[in-house]
Antibody, heavy 122, light 107 residues
Framework: QEHLVESGGGVVQPGRSLRLSCGAS????????MHWVRQTPGKGLEWVAV????????NYTDSVKGRFTISRDNSKNTLFLQMNSLRVEDTALYYC???????????????WGRGTLVTVSS | DIQMTQSPSSLSASVGDRVTITCRAS??????LAWYQQKPGEGPKLLIY???TLQSGVPSRFSGSESGTDFTLTISSLQPEDVAIYYC?????????FGPGTKVEIK
């Protein structure tokens, strides 16, 4: 069975950093582009970042550019999101999601995890 | 950036009713439109891609259609297990914007 499991969330003060992980199982992780998506009660689902299957290309939503970095370790079937200079408005449930496309530029999201909660508060 | 809107924001219908949710893109996205279902405590689940193609394992009471920049998700006969929030999403290129969601409840 194919699974994605997010971890690493928690409570952090504004300006600090946090690293999220997403473990993949049941499929060939290195063949798929991967995304991070976040969800807040007020803003619904917001796409955050994408990374191609081989880690060669990445893209971000404007509000996190320069602060967040998406990466992957295909040898460990794991996706990461390094979040620096966190803001109160980054508070959300963060999901990882699999793209059906290796290069992820025109692929829908066919597998999602259950999310990990990030709370940015002083 | 292309914006996605949905209507209605919520609806209440009886079991067996036909339910229709509309999604509109602010610019053309061809058929790069997906629909997701999200139940409480779960991540979203893919229902439909390419505007009208049913994902494997999804009940046939779900269907999708498109007309220009307008897209429709239809549940032909609403079931209790369909209570959820439904989101549309464009995926032709980044940003991969989602609609604001439609909450479906049973009357």
């Amino acid at each position: 069975q194919e699974h994605l499991v997010e971890s690493g969330g928690g409570v952090v003060q504004p300006g600090r950093s946090l690293r999220l992980s997403c473990g993949a199982s049941g499929f060939t992780f290195s063949s798929y582009g991967m995304h991070w998506v976040r969800q807040t009660p007020g803003k619904g689902l917001e796409w955050v970042a994408v990374l191609w299957y081989d880690g060669s290309h990445e893209n971000y939503t404007d509000s996190v550019k320069g602060r967040f970095t998406i990466s992957r370790d295909n040898s460990k079937n794991t996706l990461f999101l390094q979040m620096n200079s966190l803001r109160v408005e980054d508070t959300a449930l963060y999901y990882c999601a699999r793209s059906v496309a290796a290069r992820a530029n025109r692929g829908y999201f066919d597998l999602w995890g259950r999310g990990t909660l990030v709370t940015v508060s002083s | 950036d292309i914006q996605m809107t949905q209507s209605p924001s919520s609806l209440s219908a009886s079991v067996g009713d036909r339910v229709t949710i509309t999604c509109r893109a602010s610019q053309g996205i061809s058929n790069y439109l997906a629909w997701y279902q999200q139940k409480p405590g779960e991540g979203p689940k893919l229902l439909i891609y390419s505007a009208s193609t049913l994902q494997s394992g999804v009940p046939s009471r779900f269907s999708g259609s498109e007309s220009g920049t307008d897209f429709t998700l239809t549940i032909s006969s609403l079931q209790p297990e369909d209570v959820a929030i439904y989101y549309c999403q464009k995926y032709n290129r980044g940003p991969f914007t989602f609609g604001p969601g439609t909450k479906v409840e049973i009357k």
